[in-house]
């Protein structure tokens, strides 16, 4: 008897969950809908990405902005529109952000409907179901072509160079161009400083460099710090 009654109630507890799980997913689509019409009808481009990385939606100003369709745009088609110079540096930024699922900011420049290349700036945050799990990226670009202009432009040949180190060489490289010693870098990221040296020396190999002065200005010709 005791048996029968435990199995009723399993039962009646997997139905109940079933049943919230089921009104949890509506609610679920009735929020990705209400978020489509209003990102249908924003001034500001807005793009979304699924768990594959490729993008699943942009709205209507972004179409306008390009000059293509939503077909020629989503999936990997939006990355055609990226300035040869940029396109490296712009999706290693994207695609590290997203493995990392960590918000990203940078700025690259984008072909315009009218064929010219501006400067735009994005930014994305990544995005979870009602269950928890990651649904991929959102986010907005702005053209900010104004503000760049007089700004520096990194050389493309040392962001080249510095983008071939690892991410922990880029990391400590940053640092020590920030003025940071051997052993506040090594603080920093939590490494020995044993393991922080031996990067440092690293990069002055790969960099075909022999004292820190060199480092720093490979740092700001890249774009990674100012000067």
Excluded at 107 to 116: G, T, V, Y
Excluded at 147 to 169: C, H, N, Q, W, Y
Excluded at 174 to 196: H, M
Aim: with cysteine.
């Amino acid at each position: 008897m005791a048996t029968g009654i435990q199995a009723d109630e399993l039962t009646v507890l997997k139905r109940r969950f079933a049943n919230l799980q089921t009104q949890v997913e509506q609610l679920q689509r009735a929020g990705e809908r209400q978020f489509l019409r209003l990102a249908d009808d924003c001034p500001a481009m807005i793009w979304t990405s699924g768990p594959d990385a490729e993008y699943d939606y942009v709205n209507p100003a972004w179409l306008q902005y390009r000059g293509r369709t939503a077909e020629e745009e989503t999936g990997g088609g939006w990355a055609e529109g990226l300035h040869p110079d940029d396109r490296d540096l712009c999706m290693e930024t994207y695609l590290r952000a997203f493995q990392a699922r960590q918000p990203f900011r940078m700025q690259f420049r984008l072909q315009r409907a009218d064929e010219s290349y501006a400067w735009v700036e994005s930014a994305g945050v990544p995005r979870y179901h009602a269950n928890g799990g990651f649904a991929g990226f959102m986010g907005t670009v702005a053209d900010v072509t104004d503000r760049k202009k007089g700004m520096f432009i990194p050389d493309a040949e040392s962001v080249r160079i510095v983008f071939a180190l690892t991410e922990r060489e880029r990391q400590v490289l940053v640092l020590i161009a920030r003025g940071k010693s051997t052993k506040e870098a090594a603080a920093q990221l939590g490494i020995s400083y044993k393991t922080t040296d031996s990067h440092r020396s690293r990069i002055l190999e790969k960099l075909g460099v022999h004292e820190t002065a060199s480092m720093v200005r490979y740092a700001i010709r890249a774009g990674l710090v100012e000067a």
